[in-house]
């Protein structure tokens, strides 16, 4: 792998956006990775790709085989939700992720726990979404620690990690599977309904506000969901509107 020297000036530190993108296999990915949480005092970090579920990180192996297990990545991830929903770089922590309570069933809170155990408390994560058509759905490259960023910390490592995602799936396509394979062997058809549904939630409307939109029960509008999610082949809303998105079946504009 080549040498990554640190620049000096305030800015992006292009090396290692170079550096990912030109990286061979999944232990360049860990010199990158490493060499950022050095040089911006992060503890943990992770390169998750959606489509062939894979990912390499340094948290500890008890959290991953408990989120692996659990599938939190299909839907579950109270986090992956809300990167989901605004669909670039975002700056968090667990307490604001885990404020509306109500909203999360006990294995979520579950994980959010765990979060916060191992000192991933707070972190910049960032999401990167294919639409070349083929297995790999997205891509998300996060960092974390158990301490605050300033809102500087923020603004700049949000810029970096982005770019790290896109590098990050581009590099995937041939560290992770065959850069032609295949997206689905089976075609997906969803009802007018689901459709409709899908793609107001895209545009960030609730259950309740989808119903009022087109005259039916808020119930009704999560059955629709449901289906739409069942379907997909995903856990939860938010990826199903991603994936619905990278098949092709919604267009949200």
Known sequence: MMEMNRKTDIGLDLDLTYAVAHAANAKDLRTVAERFCSVNDFSYWIY?????????????????DVYAENRWH?????????????HRALSWDIESISAPARSMDMAQRELMDRRWEVGARTGVSAPAYDRRGNAFDYALVSFSRDHALSEIAQRHHEVQVQLLAAYFLSAA??????????????PITLTPREHECLSWVALGKSSWEIGQVLGIAEATVNFHLGNAATK????GRTCAVARAIRRGLINPT
Do not use: M, W
């Open 48 to 64: 998750a790709l959606a489509g062939p579920d894979k990912a390499i990180t340094n948290y500890p192996d008890e959290l991953v």
């Open 74 to 86: 299909c839907g579950g991830d109270p986090l992956i939700d809300a990167i989901h929903r605004q």
């Open 173 to 186: 396509q041939h560290i992770f599977g065959e850069p032609n394979a295949p997206s689905e062997s089976e």
């Open 232 to 235: 997909l082949e995903v856990r």
